[in-house]
């Protein structure tokens, strides 16, 4: 089945610094990426999604890079503030299968 | 806004009692999912209706059910509660043109 990744349990920043996040992923048949924030006590935002027939796609602030090669997918977030601070999760769901795996998720610690 | 809406928000069971929790979405949401949340954790798949049928099932044992009605509301029942079910229950939606797959604020549930 799916595993899914993430490099680093907790990642800290000062505000106004880019963060990249990090996620590995092992199935090849993996068709759909989405990032999700999720604040404490409340349920995953969609922060941004990416297809399989794309290596990049920007946001509002924010970048998701996919590296099907090494299965290794990142989001990046520019000018850094306090509001990003989180748990980010990576998802990925593969093709015929509707459901979402998740990793294990990285904290975001924004300093000021 | 999601277009997601669960209840109850919190909820204490005893171990062995039944619980039922809930969700609705906007009308067009065909597929709901329901995820498992332990605190520290990703969230896992528990099953998934697409027009009213079960279309694909996780690791979760049978007391887990569920049950999604014409209107787009879905219900989560699980019987026996243990205390391992302790946890934050998601509802998940995914429109009828695979749009991307948004999430409820959750229902926490405690089982003592």
């Known amino acids: 089945g799916e595993s899914v990744g993430l490099h680093l349990p907790t990642l800290s920043v000062q505000e106004g610094d880019n963060s990249i996040i990090n996620c590995a992923y092992s199935?090849?048949?993996?068709?759909?990426f989405i990032w999700y924030k999720q604040e404490s006590g409340k349920g995953p935002q969609f922060i941004i999604d990416i297809r399989s027939n794309m290596d990049k796609r920007q946001g509002q602030r924010v970048t998701v890079l996919l590296n099907k090669t090494v299965k290794h997918l990142s989001l990046q977030i520019a000018a850094t503030q306090p509001g990003d601070s989180a748990v980010y999760f990576c998802?990925?769901?593969?093709?015929?299968?509707?459901?979402?795996?998740f990793g294990s998720g990285t904290r975001l610690q924004v300093q000021p | 806004e999601t277009g997601v809406t669960q209840s109850p928000t919190h909820l204490i069971k005893t171990r062995g009692q039944q619980v039922t929790l809930r969700c609705s979405s906007q009308s067009g949401h065909n597929t709901v999912s329901w995820y498992q949340q332990a605190l520290g954790q990703g969230p896992q798949f528990i099953f998934q209706y697409y027009r009213e049928e079960e279309n694909g099932r996780g690791n979760f044992p049978p007391r887990f059910s569920g049950l999604q009605f014409p209107n787009y509301s879905s219900e989560l029942n699980v019987n026996a509660l243990e205390l391992d079910d302790s946890a934050l229950y998601l509802c998940a939606a995914e429109g009828a043109s695979g749009n991307t797959i948004y999430f409820g604020e959750g229902s926490w549930l405690t089982v003592v």
């Open positions: 998802a990925v769901i593969d093709t015929g299968r509707r459901a979402l795996t």
């Open positions: 199935n090849s048949a993996s068709d759909y």
